[in-house]
């Protein structure tokens, strides 16, 4: 993941990652509230030979001194040494208890030995410590030979006796509320990742073509009459929703820049806008002079007929079977050089028609005859009469709502995958963010209204 990326996600999932993070110091708090508190003191000893008198017998008595600190730090906690200081304190505990409380520790190649007493009393932890000291170095005389006074060749001296500490060493509620709210932040974004790996929803174009592996060309502006009127000749012609079709055209345009072109307008699913897609962009294109052909292709639940209002009795099922011909089927809408065949008849075997070598002569032919050749197919998942049928054709314009999810994408992509056919690009529709395709048309009407409020010049 990049780093724009972890931006994105925390600027979606920013509340996420605060309540993790507030759980994170809530639970430090609580921690550090709950604890009993210890303090910790330290006492330092020095381990020294006695019986050197010239250096090269100092030199050695220093080597031997530093061979038996490691000795020293495990002989500590010890009954032998713990022992008399539990007696000495009128310590209520063990050896083996206090031994857990203690801890020693020497630098490499030194003869000082740091000892550290943790308890609930910071004057009880000094006392300890101080006393583990003087009977260490009890234990140490008694252990070690003699020398030939009869004294101990190796003696211990505490360098700094053990004072009380007046604040706890733990818990460190400073630390432990940076570890919780460190801990809280990590813990918010593996939850806003995990969240958006899992999230099956597409968040926008950059999803999708992703997914798909094809551009966006058109991105239909929502209208909330587009469900009673449909289609662009019935409604406001310089509405946004009519300017994002006339996108869709330029786009279209761009990509296909040869005369004569066949595209299939399909969906991954149904009711994802497909139909009233195909028919607004054959007019468009019509009304841009350019011959066009709709074929309605959906076999199964033809709209084309039912939106245009035109009659449907004879259509595409007829004329591939032979039982009419082009100009038996095809009529002109309006007074547009926009040409329509409708569906006809449903009938029982729709792949099969749809992936014959009729319909790929049929396509072939119209591709002679009119500049583009636009087929409204079924949806890709539930049937796969429009895999064949873009393969017959130049390519694929896959419609894409904005509750699709990725999943579906996915499949449609495989789908068309599966027969080779192409796809040259996507259509987002139901988006309810402002369309991209150009300003809406309040903001034109806006600026014509300020300036018919604009005051005349006075003539005097």
């Known amino acids: 993941m990049q780093f724009t990326q972890y ?4 600027r979606k999932n920013w509340l996420v990652i605060l309540v993790a993070t507030l759980v994170g110091l809530a639970l430090a708090t609580t921690y550090s509230l709950t604890r009993t508190p210890l303090y910790q003191s330290v006492t330092t000893v020095f381990v020294s030979t006695q019986d050197a008198s010239t250096p090269a017998e100092l030199q050695q008595g220093s080597i031997f001194a530093q061979g038996r600190v490691k000795t020293y730090i495990e002989l500590l906690n010890t009954p032998a040494v713990l022992g008399p200081v539990i007696h000495r304190l009128e310590l209520a505990t063990t050896p083996d208890q206090l031994a857990r409380n203690i801890r020693a520790t020497a630098t490499l190649n030194s003869t000082l030995i740091d000892i550290y007493v943790v308890d609930t009393s910071a004057e009880q932890a000094a006392q300890i410590a101080n006393s583990v000291a003087a009977s260490l170095a009890a234990v140490v005389q008694g252990l070690e030979p003699e020398a030939s006074d009869g004294t101990s060749r190796v003696q211990i001296t505490q360098v700094r006796a053990a004072q009380p500490e007046p604040k706890p060493a733990s818990p460190n509620t400073p630390i432990n509320l940076s570890l919780g709210a460190i801990i809280g932040i990590v813990s918010g974004f593996v939850a806003a990742s995990t969240r958006r790996k899992l999230d099956i929803r597409i968040r926008g174009a950059q999803d999708v073509e992703k997914i798909l592996r094809a551009p966006r060309i058109g991105d239909i502006t929502p209208d909330p ?4 009127r449909p289609i662009l000749v019935h409604a406001d012609t310089a509405s946004a929703r009519a300017e994002s079709f006339r996108t869709l055209r330029t786009n279209l345009q761009f990509i296909h820049a040869s005369e004569n072109a066949s595209f299939v307008i399909t969906s991954s699913l149904p009711n994802e806008g497909k139909s009233t897609t195909a028919i607004n962009l054959a007019i468009v294109l019509a009304d841009a002079g350019k011959r066009v052909a709709l074929i309605d292709a959906d076999l199964r639940r033809p709209k084309v007929s039912d939106y245009l209002s035109i009659e449907a009795g004879t259509g595409l099922t007829d004329l591939l079977i032979g039982r009419a011909t082009i100009d038996d089927v ?9 040409y329509v065949i409708p569906a006809g008849r449903v009938p029982p075997n729709p792949s099969e028609l749809l992936g014959s070598d009729s319909m790929n002569a049929l396509i072939r032919q119209l591709e002679e005859d009119f500049d583009v050749v636009l087929c409204d197919a079924p949806p890709l998942l539930p049937v796969t009469d429009a895999a064949l049928l873009s393969r017959t054709a130049g390519s694929a314009i896959v419609v894409v709502s904005s509750r699709a999810t990725r999943y579906q994408l996915v499949l449609a992509r495989e789908a068309l995958r599966a027969v ?5 690009g996507f259509v987002m529709t139901m988006n309810p963010r402002r369309s991209q395709g150009g300003p809406p048309r ?19």
Not at 330 to 338: C, D, P
């Open 7 to 10: 931006l994105r996600t925390a």
């Open 225 to 228: 009459d587009s469900a009673d």
């Open 330 to 338: 095809v009529s002109q809408w309006g007074t547009r050089s926009l």
């Open 420 to 424: 080779g056919a192409q796809t040259s």
């Open 442 to 460: 309040s903001a034109y009407k806006q600026a014509g209204s300020l300036r018919r409020k604009e005051p005349r010049a006075s003539h005097q």
